[in-house]
């Protein structure tokens, strides 16, 4: 929302690109987590692991580039255009 080189779309790829990584590295630690808790036969771990793998991981990827994402762009370029209209 706030930085304003490139476009809106553009920025919002890139965002992506960071936002996935961060994901992946999420998901396998935790998907690490929940593996070593079931080897080592610790419950506990093992429900934390999936929780955390496919909550933070599948669900948060999924609510914030498909549902989250098209809103803000829709917003910033609606915005955009607002303002190159006024000049």
Avoid at 13 to 36: D, R
Wanted: charged share 20%; proline share 3%.
């Amino acid at each position: 929302l706030k930085r304003k080189e490139d476009t809106a779309p553009k920025r919002a790829f890139q965002a992506m690109k960071v936002a996935v990584m961060m994901i992946l590295a999420t998901m396998a630690s935790f998907g690490t987590l929940a593996i070593i808790g079931y080897w080592l036969q610790i419950p506990t771990y093992t429900q934390i692991g999936l929780v955390a793998f496919i909550g933070g991981g599948i669900v948060d990827l999924i609510a914030t580039w498909c549902f989250n994402a098209p809103l803000v762009l829709w917003f910033v370029e609606r915005k955009e255009k607002k303002e190159n209209h006024s000049v």
